[in-house]
């Protein structure tokens, strides 16, 4: 491969690298107050060609550096939602940051780099590059959930974030070594055979012990219960448009990366980290339902339902096989869309003088008040509850239909059963809007941009949504057999379709 | 699959029927109150004369499956319509209740545009249900039909709206999400997603009966059976009158079609081995919730009470498995459909008036507001079950129909038609008999045009379908043959078959006669 192929291959990491780089020069020496509009443009603009980058051989070129770096169909997918999910974070921010006195450039540069991480999460074939990747994406994150300086609650996100960070990076880099030692080596390749090679019991035992602390670690950024703590407090913590690209792009990088390392690297040892998967997904349900029901305030409500969500799409990690990583790969992309629809709706409730409203009371009366906004957030709360009819019941369809495929019928039962739980407070939000009177007066600001955005999540989640499942579908199971058929060992045999019928 | 491209009437019109309230829905949302009223008026007396036109073309006797649309559009599963008999008959009641309902609400003055929109979009998803012959196609439409009933029970209904919203909404997906998962599973194990192939596809029975608890739960929840029934009364207490009308006339027939739908075709063993499963709960609703009825003090609650009654007729009827009670069970729903549909309404009738739904502050309506009382009375009666209305043939069919599988069950069964009149009688003569026990009562004007245009159209169909059932049996006639062909096998034997009789002697001597011959 001639140097120019590889740069290609690389092509949209080489465009945010250099163009985030620039970018923060930019800022840096300008005097212009209004840089930060500037700057988010050409940001926008930047995962945009990033992502038309993907187009290029940076979604079919394979094995790139000895292994460390996969451009396959598979990262290529995941990056497009990063990207985009990204680019909306951005779009999203200047109004909001201006108001709250933080309009500084580095905002979307911030986003860039964290962009940039992620799309070296997902192409990971190396847990040094995965945790490359993964630090370079945490440290810009910390940086954000700190951005409102002077405000209390968003310094503290940031110190909690940070400390509760590194503690799961320690627990990663302890798995790691632990794999490492007990492996041999730290390409995902040659960890799968070495895992499928049957050793002396102590060495198993250690194998287990690193994956146990792998998983752990990645657990953390997925934000699935036990490892969830730190998810309400820095989202309700953060300025907004950092709380909704936290729950939107770094959950997508972070749940793929975790379906490549489990699949590919560890696809010998499915037993080991399957029955761990799916403790996780299924307290991960059971919590973010529960907890949700007494929370007051949206953002906060909202990182729970972000658990909740984690949990369903953990279900389908745990079914493996082609099925099951289509559909965790379905379940987040319309997982992203959803999330970021729901805290485009919570930035525009701002009080008669701008201040940002926060507490679920707010939202009171809003199909009086704003009868369009209310029916969007309707859409997206029967959305994220996965009723049919709107377009979130498709992504758990799948999820369950996975599951059911790879003899997990048991799984599915259980988890569908726990979404019921969720489902109480989704239709608390809905009660709020549509049945109660009163609430506060909004401001009447139009913000075109947000309001667009939100249409265009909320069509897109709406039934019409349907309408886009052959391309969903044929684009994911692309995706995924990069992987599936990649990985040395077929996971756990799915049931096939009786045929003749 | 085979699927046939273009109808028999050269466009798809299954696809229009539910096209059209949609569209009539979303313009309802941005035009103002009056202009929405006309809409979906207008969109819904559409849809009636498309269900006319579906009726006179259907054929009798014909394929089994007519009007079929297919387009797999969605990838893993299709747009796939398609009707036979017996969801040609639901769809028809379903079509003429619903300009009843947006008339009946014509009075509402609260959030006019949504209410309507709410509305219409019950009626596509209530379609949708008994049309789709894809089976996740049918669980969107099953499930969908959660949404705008809460919002109708929690936006516009009575004082505790809110928690009867949230009952009727949670209940409800509760019961019905173990029933995705149960055909997640089917689709694995037939490898397809149609409705017609699943229905000739022998399951595992020892996997059946799993499948058919999963479905069970959640058309139980649906239909209602005792002892998941406690959302009803209180759905049906807050909902407004058109509310009611729709929930007890159509959506509590959904349970009763998956029954046929699923149940029945798809686990004919399970079906049997769980036999007295169904039987018990569902005598046990036919007594006690009958008792209840009788001490009821609401009037919507004793009607609501009644509906578990009669919908464990259903119930028994269906799970005879066989010809007559089948038959029985479908026209029990059809008739319960129009007959507790207008006791709503007549209940609608005078709480517009007297702002009360408790029975002690009426009597002697019939007084001051005759006609009134005329159209309750012939309800009342209908639901009683008196030959000449249409209550008569359903429950007749369905006793007769179990007394061939369990002449058990017939016995107990019959006792709730004894009950049935006594709740029905006492509600009928304290209202309407004697003198008014509040000033109000006996102040109240008689019905006007527009509740004589409510009223009057089901009386008619009332007494149709009482006095000629031929013309609803009809279309049903062949599917339920089919349906019984299929789980002939497995129903049950029963325990009363009375042989023809003849005196020993006749006979000794007939046989001798022959002999001799």
């Given at each position: 491969?001639?140097?120019?192929?590889?740069?290609?291959?690389?092509?949209?990491?080489?465009?945010?690298?250099?163009?985030?780089?620039?970018?923060?020069?930019?800022?840096?020496?300008?005097?212009?107050?209004?840089?930060?509009?500037?700057?988010?443009?050409?940001?926008?603009?930047?995962?945009?060609?990033?992502?038309?980058?993907?187009?290029?051989?940076?979604?079919?070129?394979?094995?790139?550096?000895?292994?460390?770096?996969?451009?396959?169909?598979?990262?290529?997918?995941?990056?497009?939602?990063?990207?985009?999910?990204?680019?909306?974070?951005?779009?999203?921010?200047?109004?909001?940051?201006?108001?709250?006195?933080?309009?500084?450039?580095?905002?979307?540069?911030?986003?860039?780099?964290?962009?940039?991480?992620?799309?070296?999460?997902?192409?990971?074939?190396?847990?040094?590059?995965?945790?490359?990747?993964?630090?370079?994406?945490?440290?810009?994150?910390?940086?954000?959930?700190?951005?409102?300086?002077?405000?209390?609650?968003?310094?503290?996100?940031?110190?909690?974030?940070?400390?509760?960070?590194?503690?799961?990076?320690?627990?990663?880099?302890?798995?790691?070594?632990?794999?490492?030692?007990?492996?041999?080596?730290?390409?995902?390749?040659?960890?799968?055979?070495?895992?499928?090679?049957?050793?002396?019991?102590?060495?198993?035992?250690?194998?287990?012990?690193?994956?146990?602390?792998?998983?752990?670690?990645?657990?953390?950024?997925?934000?699935?219960?036990?490892?969830?703590?730190?998810?309400?407090?820095?989202?309700?913590?953060?300025?907004?448009?950092?709380?909704?690209?936290?729950?939107?792009?770094?959950?997508?990088?972070?749940?793929?990366?975790?379906?490549?390392?489990?699949?590919?690297?560890?696809?010998?040892?499915?037993?080991?980290?399957?029955?761990?998967?799916?403790?996780?997904?299924?307290?991960?349900?059971?919590?973010?339902?529960?907890?949700?029901?007494?929370?007051?305030?949206?953002?906060?409500?909202?990182?729970?339902?972000?658990?909740?969500?984690?949990?369903?799409?953990?279900?389908?990690?745990?079914?493996?096989?082609?099925?099951?990583?289509?559909?965790?790969?379905?379940?987040?992309?319309?997982?992203?869309?959803?999330?970021?629809?729901?805290?485009?709706?919570?930035?525009?409730?701002?009080?008669?003088?701008?201040?940002?409203?926060?507490?679920?009371?707010?939202?009171?009366?809003?199909?009086?008040?704003?009868?369009?906004?209310?029916?969007a957030m309707m859409t997206f709360m029967f959305s994220l509850a996965g009723i049919p009819f709107f377009f979130g019941f498709y992504p758990k369809l799948m999820v369950f239909d996975a599951a059911v495929q790879a003899d997990l019928a048991w799984l599915a039962a259980v988890a569908i059963a726990t979404s019921v739980i969720g489902a109480f407070y989704y239709i608390k939000i809905v009660k709020i809007m549509y049945f109660d009177e009163g609430g506060p007066e909004l401001t009447t600001e139009k913000e075109p941009v947000a309001s667009g955005l939100i249409a265009l999540t909320a069509l897109a989640v709406s039934p019409l949504g349907y309408l886009a499942i052959p391309y969903l579908e044929t684009a994911t199971t692309e995706a995924a057999a990069s992987i599936v058929q990649s990985g040395p060992v077929v996971p756990a045999a799915p049931q096939t379709l009786a045929s003749g019928h | 699959m085979d699927h046939v491209a273009v109808n028999e009437l050269g466009f798809p019109i299954l696809t229009l029927m539910l096209a059209i309230p949609t569209i009539a829905a979303i313009v309802c949302l941005f035009v103002d109150a009056k202009m929405a009223r006309t809409v979906a008026l207008g969109a819904t007396l559409l849809d009636l004369a498309l269900g006319i036109l579906l009726w006179a073309s259907y054929q009798v006797g014909g394929d089994q499956w007519q009007f079929q649309e297919y387009a797999p559009i969605f990838g893993r599963f299709a747009w796939a319509l398609g009707i036979d008999g017996i969801a040609l008959m639901l769809i028809m009641l379903s079509v003429f209740l619903m300009p009843i309902c947006i008339l009946a609400s014509w009075t509402i003055e609260k959030r006019v545009q949504e209410y309507m929109a709410a509305f219409l979009f019950v009626e596509v998803l209530m379609l949708g249900v008994f049309m789709a012959q894809d089976i996740f196609l049918f669980y969107v439409m099953f499930e969908a039909g959660l949404i705008p009933m809460y919002l109708i029970i929690g936006i516009w209904g009575g004082a505790n709206r809110i928690y009867a919203a949230y009952k009727f909404f949670l209940y409800t997906l509760l019961g019905s999400v173990l029933m995705l998962i149960a055909m997640l599973w089917m689709v694995q194990t037939a490898g397809t997603t149609f409705i017609p192939d699943l229905m000739v596809y022998d399951f595992d029975p020892a996997a059946q009966t799993w499948l058919f608890l999963a479905f069970f739960a959640s058309f139980a929840v649906k239909l209602p059976m005792w002892p998941v029934h406690t959302w009803l009364p209180d759905a049906h207490v807050q909902a407004p009158t058109a509310g009611s009308v729709i929930l007890a006339g159509v959506l509590l027939k959904l349970g009763g079609y998956g029954f046929v739908r699923f149940s029945l075709p798809m686990f004919p063993e399970a079906s049997s081995e769980l036999f007295w499963l169904v039987m018990g709960l569902s005598l046990v609703a036919v007594v006690y919730t009958s008792l209840v009825a009788l001490v009821q003090q609401d009037m919507k609650k004793l009607i609501a009470y009644s509906s578990v009654a009669h919908m464990a007729f259903v119930t028994i009827g269906l799970f005879a498995m066989n010809q007559q009670g089948i038959e029985g069970g479908m026209i029990v729903m059809l008739s319960h459909g129009l007959v507790s549909g207008a006791l709503f309404l007549c209940v609608g009738v005078v709480y517009d008036r007297m702002h009360t739904r408790e029975i002690a502050k009426y009597g002697g309506v019939a007084n001051n507001m005759p006609a009134y009382a005329l159209f309750f009375l012939l309800f009342t009666m209908a639901s009683i079950g008196l030959p000449g209305t249409s209550g008569f043939v359903g429950e007749f069919l369905v006793l007769i129909g179990v007394y061939q599988a369990n002449s058990w069950v017939a016995f107990v069964a019959t006792t709730g038609i004894i009950l049935g009149a006594s709740y029905m009688l006492l509600l009928f003569w304290r209202i309407a008999y004697g003198t008014a026990r509040t000033e109000e009562a006996a102040k109240m004007p008689d019905l006007t045009k527009r509740e004589w245009a409510l009223l009057a159209p089901i009386a008619a169909a009332v007494l149709w379908m009482g006095v000629y059932p031929e013309s609803f049996m009809a279309p049903m006639r062949k599917d339920v043959e089919t349906l019984v062909a299929r789980i002939e096998r497995a129903a049950p034997a029963g325990d009363a078959h009375i042989e023809r009789g003849a005196a020993p002697a006749a006979a000794a001597d007939a046989h001798h006669g022959e002999g001799g011959h």
């Open positions: 491969m001639t140097f120019w192929e590889t740069i290609q291959a690389i092509g949209p990491e080489v465009i945010l690298a250099v163009g985030a780089t620039d970018l923060l020069l930019l800022t840096a020496f300008s005097k212009n107050p209004n840089v930060i509009r500037t700057i988010s443009l050409i940001s926008v603009l930047l995962l945009l060609a990033a992502s038309a980058a993907l187009l290029g051989p940076a979604s079919h070129a394979g094995n790139l550096f000895h292994g460390q770096f996969r451009a396959d169909a598979f990262s290529a997918f995941a990056k497009l939602l990063i990207f985009l999910a990204s680019a909306v974070a951005i779009a999203m921010a200047p109004g909001f940051l201006k108001r709250e006195g933080e309009a500084h450039g580095e905002y979307p540069i911030l986003i860039l780099f964290a962009a940039l991480g992620m799309s070296v999460m997902v192409s990971a074939g190396d847990l040094m590059m995965l945790y490359v990747g993964l630090e370079l994406s945490s440290l810009s994150a910390y940086v954000l959930a700190s951005f409102a300086r002077r405000n209390t609650r968003s310094s503290e996100a940031g110190l909690k974030y940070f400390v509760l960070g590194a503690l799961a990076s320690g627990l990663l880099l302890y798995g790691i070594s632990l794999l490492y030692g007990f492996t041999g080596s730290t390409v995902f390749e040659d960890i799968a055979i070495a895992l499928a090679t049957p050793a002396s019991e102590g060495i198993e035992l250690g194998r287990l012990f690193g994956i146990v602390f792998v998983l752990a670690g990645i657990a953390f950024k997925v934000s699935a219960v036990p490892f969830h703590m730190w998810t309400p407090d820095v989202y309700q913590g953060a300025p907004t448009p950092v709380t909704a690209f936290f729950a939107s792009a770094p959950k997508v990088a972070a749940m793929v990366l975790l379906t490549r390392l489990v699949i590919d690297a560890m696809g010998p040892a499915t037993d080991a980290w399957r029955q761990i998967i799916i403790f996780m997904a299924l307290a991960s349900t059971i919590l973010g339902g529960v907890a949700a029901i007494g929370q007051r305030n949206i953002k906060r409500l909202l990182a729970y339902s972000s658990i909740n969500n984690v949990g369903f799409a953990l279900v389908g990690l745990a079914a493996a096989g082609l099925a099951g990583v289509a559909s965790v790969l379905i379940y987040m992309t319309v997982y992203v869309v959803m999330t970021l629809g729901s805290f485009l709706v919570v930035m525009r409730l701002r009080g008669a003088d701008g201040e940002q409203l926060e507490s679920i009371d707010s939202l009171s009366g809003l199909a009086r008040s704003r009868p369009g906004l209310a029916l | -």
